[in-house]
């Protein structure tokens, strides 16, 4: 069982009401209300985290080779991936 520990959160009056009513809503408690939101936020945020550092280091690649494929190329294998097409990714070049 993974160790857990108590945080405080301070919410104004009219967000704890809110949280209230959600729990009501969902038959839940305040507490799974709010842990929900937090992994929830939490998990999205290093979504966005890993899509940031994956386009900085594309990015870096691409200052540093010169390889890329264009947004026609992209966009054509992307259009035979959504008709159900086997196709493979545009080969990059300079």
Same mark, same amino acid.
Do not use: I
């Given at each position: 069982?993974?160790?857990?520990?108590?945080?405080? !959160?301070? $919410? &104004?009056?009219?967000?704890?009401?809110?949280?209230? #009513? $959600?729990?009501?809503? !969902?038959?839940?408690?305040? %507490?799974?209300?709010? $842990?929900?939101?937090?992994?929830?936020?939490?998990?999205?945020?290093?979504?966005?985290?890993? $899509?940031?550092? &994956?386009? !900085?280091? *594309?990015?870096? %690649?691409?200052?540093?080779?010169? !390889? %890329? *494929?264009?947004?026609?190329?992209? &966009?054509?294998?992307?259009? #035979?991936?959504?008709?159900?097409? &086997?196709?493979?990714?545009?080969?990059? %070049?300079?």
């Amino acid at each position: 069982m993974t160790a857990t520990s108590t945080t405080s !959160l301070k $919410l &104004d009056s009219e967000l704890k009401e809110r949280v209230q #009513r $959600l729990a009501t809503v !969902l038959r839940r408690s305040p %507490h799974w209300v709010m $842990l929900e939101a937090v992994e929830q936020y939490v998990s999205r945020e290093e979504k966005r985290e890993r $899509l940031r550092q &994956d386009a !900085l280091s *594309a990015w870096n %690649h691409f200052q540093t080779t010169g !390889l %890329h *494929a264009t947004a026609e190329e992209a &966009d054509a294998w992307l259009a #035979r991936l959504e008709a159900g097409e &086997d196709a493979e990714a545009p080969a990059c %070049h300079v």
